[in-house]
């Protein structure tokens, strides 16, 4: 049985430290919305509470996994506990998995909101999967037996994959087939369009990466830190999205008003000069 390369700590460790600056910008901006969008409904709000809860719970077991393997365990001399996954490690898979989840139903609910059609299935396989996931961590600990049960990892992983990328690919096609109804707003669209795409882009390629990493280099630990900046990633697509609709309200007002009082009066003149003229041509026929 192979046994973990402990030398690929440093992979842990550097998405450690990418993840709590990423933490850092979500708390900034968790008090940006909160300070911006007191009208928002309070089950949202609950919501986004609740997203830094779990963001802030998985990131102090982070960082508790991280003491304990680089200083608690090289003082004590305690190399053999190197080769398994502490309580920590195994625990912050739990607040990892409903944070994505959040993030996930979220943007799912934005797509049931606007057009009516219910996806909320595309969150449930990658939901069962990482928690059944996380019971078979604390079942087999040691890093030598993640490629026990690998079929569920290769679910959760897919699953979140093919879900961040349905949802994009959804949210894209809607606004294009959509674009008749907002054809006045186009600079609106095309953020709009680009905005969905970007981040459901960016999240399905961080879920392929930890599935990629896991799959070719299960004793390695670079799975380990992918999976601490993926989980980072959705959160922060979440509020850069809510936080984004002040300015997408303004650039709406802008594009609305793109005509003037004169330009608006001068084009309905024109219409009214039309409809006339083709009275006339009716009543000489």
């Known amino acids: 049985m192979s046994l973990v390369n402990i030398n690929t700590f440093g992979a842990f460790l550097s ?5 709590t600056a990423m ?23 609950g919501a986004v509470g609740l997203l830094w809860l779990m963001d802030s719970l998985q990131q102090a077991l ?22 398994s996954a502490n309580w920590s490690v195994i625990s ?32 449930i396989i990658p ?35 093919a879900t961040d990328l349905i949802i994009a690919v959804i949210m894209s096609y809607k606004l294009y087939t959509s674009r008749g109804i907002v054809i006045a707003h186009r600079q609106l669209f095309i953020v709009l369009t680009n905005y969905a795409i970007a981040t459901g882009t960016l999240t399905c390629v961080f879920a ?49 008003n793109v005509w003037s009082d004169s330009d608006e009066r001068n084009r309905l003149d024109r219409l009214r000069q039309l409809r006339a003229s083709e009275c006339g041509v009716t009543h000489e026929v």
């Open 15 to 19: 998405g450690v430290i990418v993840s």
């Open 23 to 45: 933490y850092g910008i979500t708390s900034a901006q968790m008090v940006w919305y909160y300070r911006t969008y007191r009208d928002d409904r309070q089950i949202l709000k």
């Open 62 to 83: 982070l960082l508790h996994a991280m003491y304990f393997y680089l200083i608690t365990s090289r003082e004590k001399g305690d190399f053999v506990a190197l080769l």
């Open 92 to 123: 912050m898979i739990i607040p990892g998995e409903i944070s994505v989840s959040l993030v996930e139903i979220y943007f799912v609910w934005r797509i049931i909101r606007f057009w009516k059609k219910n996806y909320m299935f595309l969150v």
């Open 127 to 161: 939901l069962f999967a990482g928690t059944v996931y996380a019971g078979k961590a604390f079942r087999y600990p040691p890093f030598n037996e993640s490629t026990r049960g690998a079929w569920i990892m290769w679910l959760s992983g897919g699953g979140r994959a």
């Open 208 to 256: 392929i990466t930890y599935l990629i990493t896991y799959v070719t280099m299960p004793f390695n630990m670079y799975y380990a830190g992918v999976y601490c900046v993926h989980t980072k990633i959705h959160v922060n697509s979440m509020m850069a999205t809510l936080n984004s609709r002040q300015s997408l309200r303004g650039m709406a007002g802008r594009t609305v």
